[in-house]
C-alpha cells in the first residue's frame, strides 16, 4: 500500500517509516506537519493517511476534518497519546477511519492498516496525465509512452510525477532531494542524477525524444507539450 506518514518527532517518525517500508512491504512517504500533508494529499494518492494528533502547521485532528469537509474519502488512522474517551471521540468525530494511542506495538499498527485496506471505502476517480507520449495513471501508479507500458519503482514513478505535474518549471536538485526523499536519512547528494539516469533508460527509447532535459549546474525539466 502506498502510506503517507505525517509525524512531527523525528526518531519515533523514523521508527514508524522503517517498520512501515521494512516490516510491511509498503510504500510510505514520511512528512513531519500537517500543511506538508495537506499539500501531499491533495497531489497524490494514498491507500492510508496514518496523521499525529499533535504536530505543527496544522494538527491531525485538524487536518482530518478538512480532507473530510473537501470529500477526502480514503483511510484514516490517528495517532495520539491522548486516550480519554473525550479525546477518542474528538478524533473519530473529526473523520478518522481508526484510532491508535501511544505508545503501541508494531504489529498493532500493521494489523490496523491490514484491515482499513480491506474495508469498501469510496472509490477513488482515476487521475490521469498526459505529456509527450506519456501517459501516467497516477492512481494506479501506471505509465505508458506510446502504448507501451513501463515498469517503475515506487521511487521512480514519484521522481517522474513531480516532473511531470511541474512541466514547463525547472526544479533544482535540491529541491527534488526535498520532495522525493523528504525525511529520510542518509540520502546521498548524487540520488537525484542517478535516478534521472535510470528514469531515462527506462522512459526514453532511440527513436524516442528525450523526456527530461538537463539544466546545467541546476536541476531537470519536462517541457510542456
Same mark, same amino acid.
Given at each position: ?16 517509516? $522503517? ?6 512491504? $509498503? ?24 496523521? #499525529? ?29 491522548? #486516550? ?12 478518522? #477511519? =481508526? ?6 506495538? *508494531? ?9 482499513? *485496506? ?55 536538485? =535540491?529541491?527534488?532531494? =526535498? ?13 537525484? #542524477? ?12 532511440? *527513436? ?5 532535459? *538537463? ?6 525539466v519536462i517541457e510542456k507539450s
Amino acid at each position: 500500500m502506498r502510506v503517507l506518514l505525517a509525524e512531527d518527532q523525528l526518531l519515533l517518525g523514523k521508527i514508524i517509516a $522503517h517498520m512501515l517500508k521494512e516490516k510491511g512491504g $509498503h510504500d510510505v512517504k514520511w512528512v513531519t506537519n500537517g500543511q506538508e500533508a495537506y499539500n501531499l494529499i491533495i497531489d497524490s494518492y494514498y491507500d492510508v493517511l496514518v496523521l #499525529d494528533w499533535m504536530m505543527p502547521q496544522k494538527d491531525g485532528v485538524t487536518l482530518c476534518k478538512e480532507l473530510r469537509e473537501q470529500g477526502y474519502s480514503g483511510a484514516i488512522l490517528m495517532l495520539t497519546a491522548k #486516550d480519554t474517551l473525550e479525546e477518542r471521540i474528538e478524533g473519530l468525530d473529526a473523520g478518522a #477511519d =481508526d484510532y491508535l494511542v501511544k505508545p503501541f506495538e *508494531s504489529d498493532e499498527l500493521l494489523a490496523r492498516l491490514r484491515a482499513l *485496506s480491506r474495508r469498501n471505502f469510496a472509490p477513488i476517480q482515476e487521475d490521469i496525465i498526459e505529456v509527450n507520449g506519456i501517459r501516467m495513471n497516477r492512481s494506479k501508479q501506471s505509465i505508458t509512452r506510446d502504448g507501451e507500458e513501463i515498469q517503475l519503482t515506487g521511487k521512480e514513478f514519484a521522481l517522474l510525477d513531480l516532473l511531470v505535474r511541474n512541466q514547463g518549471t525547472v526544479l533544482t536538485r =535540491d529541491l527534488i532531494l =526535498d520532495r522525493i526523499w523528504g525525511g529520510e536519512m542518509e540520502v546521498a547528494s548524487n540520488s537525484v #542524477d542517478v535516478y534521472i539516469t535510470l528514469l531515462r533508460k527506462k522512459i526514453d527509447a532511440p *527513436s524516442q525524444k528525450p523526456l527530461i532535459r *538537463s539544466i546545467r549546474g541546476v536541476g531537470y525539466v519536462i517541457e510542456k507539450s
